[in-house]
């Protein structure tokens, strides 16, 4: 009953690089067809970790009801399988109920995950991971550069959580997905869980950079130093305290340069223009060789230009048409937002 009734959805996700503005259209979106929205992020989900995750304000999620917002206590660990059983939990009884929903979130991590199911991987090695605790995150990484340095060249330096699982990975002697091989990555990921329209806003990189520079300084202006201050004092090895913004907050605090904010700002923009640059890759380069389908737009340089309300129309034609079909599949919309 369960999978008969999840198989049925047809979801709509709002994806694309951070500071595109996903969460924005999708509350626009919500208010108008009085859908709920699911978070699909990786930090947004802890309690406590407010500016620094761009989670929606109080009156925002009064407005509209958010799911996996504000769901785990900071001190716990918090894993893409226990995000795929909660979402799924949200997604039955969003059918059972008839409700709306829609997904919102830029983790490519998971939302792939929650489309196809966790890649088969080796389970995590405890006494190979509290050895690698022991090393700086440079010597971590040039350990994995050694090991597999096509996933090294993937993540950043300081992206300590997910260098020391691809360590798991590399030292288990399982291989990677390579990204050329659409076959070994199929039969990583398996065929999609859900039908899915995924709508990715596509930014020009040089306005994308302008709205993560604004939006580095306005988290600094609101307060983004003190409130990780306050976390660093009440949840001192909370694992979201190491995402970005807030490790670069942390490193300040650690450094006693907390007077310096222009520093401050200029790092977190930085790494963020790192981290939009990884994301914009993936959604060139990723969606063919997961089986995903692109019927609007050509591509992330090529997107289709709609309106909001064309926006609005797609999501609900997405929403209301029965799947008929007898398998799963994702299909994906490139659009860039009319000004």
């Known amino acids: 009953m369960r999978l008969s009734t ?4 047809n979801i709509p996700i ?3 690089p951070t ?7 999708a509350i626009a979106v919500s208010q108008t067809i009085n859908s709920e929205i699911l978070s699909i992020d990786s930090t947004q989900v802890y309690r406590d970790f407010n500016i620094g995750s761009a989670k929606p304000t109080p009156n925002e999620l009064k407005i509209v009801k958010h799911h996996l917002i504000d769901q785990v206590d900071p001190n716990q660990q918090y894993n893409i399988a226990q995000f795929i059983k909660d979402a799924d939990e949200v997604l ?3 059918a059972t109920n008839g409700s709306k929903i829609i997904g919102v979130g830029g983790s490519s991590l998971y939302l792939t995950s929650l489309l196809h199911g966790i890649a088969s991987l080796p389970p995590a090695n405890q006494p190979l991971r509290e050895q690698l605790e022991g090393f ?3 010597e971590l990484w040039e350990k994995l550069k050694m090991l597999d340095p096509q996933k090294a060249a993937r993540l950043a330096i300081n992206d300590r959580l997910r260098v020391i699982r691809s360590l798991e990975i590399a030292s288990s002697g399982v291989s990677s997905p390579k990204k050329d091989n659409i076959t070994n990555s199929m039969a ?6 859900y039908s899915a329209l995924l709508i990715v806003l596509c930014l020009k990189r040089d306005e994308l950079y302008s709205r993560i520079n604004e939006r580095a300084k306005n988290m600094i202006d609101n307060g983004l130093l003190e409130e990780s201050a306050a ?15 807030y490790a670069q907050c942390v490193e300040s605090i ?25 994301q914009i890759t993936f959604w060139r380069n990723e969606p063919k060789k997961r089986g995903w389908n692109i019927i609007i737009g050509r591509s992330y340089e090529e997107p289709a230009l709609y309106s909001h309300q064309e926006v609005l129309e797609l999501i609900k034609k997405s929403i209301s048409i029965p799947k008929l079909e007898s398998h799963q599949r994702v299909e994906l919309a490139y659009i860039a937002i009319k000004s």
Do not use: M, W
């Open 6 to 9: 999840l198989s049925k959805l």
């Open 14 to 16: 709002i994806c694309g």
């Open 19 to 25: 500071a595109s503005g996903k969460s924005a259209v």
């Open 92 to 94: 039955l009884q969003a």
């Open 136 to 138: 700086q995150n440079e």
């Open 188 to 193: 990583t990921y398996g065929h999609p869980r």
């Open 231 to 245: 976390l660093l004092k009440k949840y001192p090895k909370a694992p979201p305290l190491k995402s970005l913004g």
């Open 254 to 278: 650690r450094k006693k340069q907390g007077s310096d904010k222009k520093l401050l700002i200029n790092s977190i923009a930085q790494k963020t223009r790192n981290y939009a640059k990884r």
